[in-house]
């Protein structure tokens, strides 16, 4: 199981933390992916980043540079940072896990960028 | 980024029909696609996985296949659970990019 934690509310240009608690599956087991995905109020779904079993991170163009995924192997938890928020950046987003990248996903955290 | 594009927008259908959508893709991603659906309120749940292998626990009515360039989901005997907006995944290449849904609800 995969739950994801965080401020609901957050102001442009801040910097947001969400943190993703798995269960029932070691973060390092091998071939694991752990991503987070966003969607936006109109339903579209945006890859944004995975940090693999490894320790190795990938991020989506369209955040590079923005977004840091990083885990945290004696709590098995991922995080995601994502700086310099602006409105657009408003979504729920979902911590993804699993073998198969989309394997199982969390119950998702609305987060919104207002001042 | 590969493009994905699943036609139609939304479909309505009734309990019992046997129902498609499609999924095309802007390059070819050979057996890297998934198939999701969300429920109104849930998060996306994986069906389908390598177009055509059913997840542990999907009802059997359930296919997935290919035809040329096109993926497509069928789901024979529609039932009201079945209620939602499907997804297609390709994660041949990075980034994983989706379709932009299928919305199958009841007449």
């Known amino acids: 199981q995969l739950q994801e934690s965080g401020p609901g509310l957050v102001k442009p240009a801040q910097t947001l933390s969400l943190t993703c608690s798995v269960s029932g599956v070691s973060i390092t087991a091998a071939g694991h992916y752990w991503s987070w995905v966003r969607q936006f109020a109109g339903k579209g779904l945006e890859w944004v980043g995975y940090?693999?079993?490894?320790?190795?991170?990938y991020y989506n163009p369209s955040v590079q540079g923005r977004a840091f995924v990083s885990r945290d192997t004696s709590q098995n938890q991922v995080s995601l940072e994502l700086t310099s928020l602006t409105a657009a950046d408003s979504a729920v987003y979902f911590c993804?896990?699993?073998?198969?990248?989309?394997?199982?996903w969390g119950q998702g955290m609305l987060v919104t960028v207002s001042s | 980024a590969i493009q994905v594009t699943q036609s139609p927008s939304s479909l309505s259908a009734s309990v019992g029909d046997r129902v498609t959508m499609t999924c095309r893709t802007s390059q070819d991603v050979r057996n890297a696609l998934f198939w999701c659906r969300q429920k109104p309120g849930k998060p996306p749940q994986l069906l389908i996985f390598d177009v055509s292998r059913l997840r542990s626990g999907v009802p059997s009515r359930f296919s997935g296949g290919r035809s040329g360039a096109d993926f497509i989901l069928t789901i024979n005997s529609v039932q009201p659970e079945d209620v939602g907006t499907y997804y297609c995944?390709?994660?041949?290449?990075?980034?994983?990019?989706f379709g932009q849904g299928t919305k199958l609800d009841l007449k």
């Open positions: 993804v896990g699993g073998f198969r990248i989309v394997d199982t």
């Open positions: 995944v390709q994660n041949l290449n990075f980034p994983v990019t």
């Open positions: 940090i693999f079993y490894s320790g190795a991170t």
